[in-house]
């Protein structure tokens, strides 16, 4: 008998034990998906948000490619894809940089919030001569579009429908130290030298 019942308990703790590292596992799955997930919305998101509005396009299309992103709620509200101050220039493509500081989400989360740092380094793009001022155009030199600002942001993201989506983007503050880079495509300008005498 005695045999028997430490037989039983072996196998409970075994199985006990084995079920744990199943929970376990289950839930570091989970965890890791939904970072993946969050990761993936967040850069893929802040990137077509920037584009959008910076580059343009069709406003239907942009709506309909924004929607995968940001809840609808976000996209009527938001003041970054109201802005208008691209829309003068032809802009070719942007550089795009985001880095997720911080996010946590449990898989039984239906809201999370996230800190990133988003940053546009270079945009290539210029003012068509026909868009000028007359002010632009007294000055002689070439009217780039204006800095995108590189802020620290805090995103919160709400599950709708099993999937991820972008709420609200609240500016934490400006970082200033940005220094706007020229894409690779850009080639400089040639000026001409001195002569040596």
């Known amino acids: 008998m005695e045999y028997l019942l430490r037989f039983l308990t072996f196998w409970l703790k075994l199985l006990a034990i084995l079920l744990a590292l199943a929970l376990v596992g289950a839930f570091v799955f989970l965890f890791s998906m939904d970072s993946t997930n969050i990761n993936t919305i967040l850069s893929e998101g802040m990137k077509t948000r920037a584009e959008s509005v910076i580059i343009g396009g069709e406003q239907e ?6 929607s995968k992103f940001f809840t609808w709620d976000f996209l009527s509200s938001d003041e970054m894809i109201q802005n208008t101050d691209y829309n003068r220039f032809v802009v070719r493509s942007i550089q795009h940089r985001l880095k997720v500081e911080w996010v946590c989400a449990m898989p039984w989360d239906t809201v999370t919030e ?12 210029e003012l068509p ?7 632009e155009e007294a000055s002689g030199e070439k009217v780039l579009p204006p800095d995108w ?9 709400v599950r709708s429908e099993e999937r991820w989506k972008i709420d609200k983007v609240e500016l934490i503050e400006t970082i200033e130290d940005a220094v706007a880079t020229p894409l690779p495509s850009q080639t400089p300008e040639a000026q001409q030298t001195p002569a040596a005498e």
Do not use: F
């Open 61 to 66: 299309e942009i709506t309909d490619t924004l």
């Open 114 to 125: 996230a800190t990133v740092v988003e940053q546009v380094p270079a945009i290539d793009g």
């Open 129 to 135: 001569k026909n868009n000028y001022t007359e002010e």
């Open 149 to 157: 600002p590189h802020a620290r942001y805090k995103v919160r993201l």
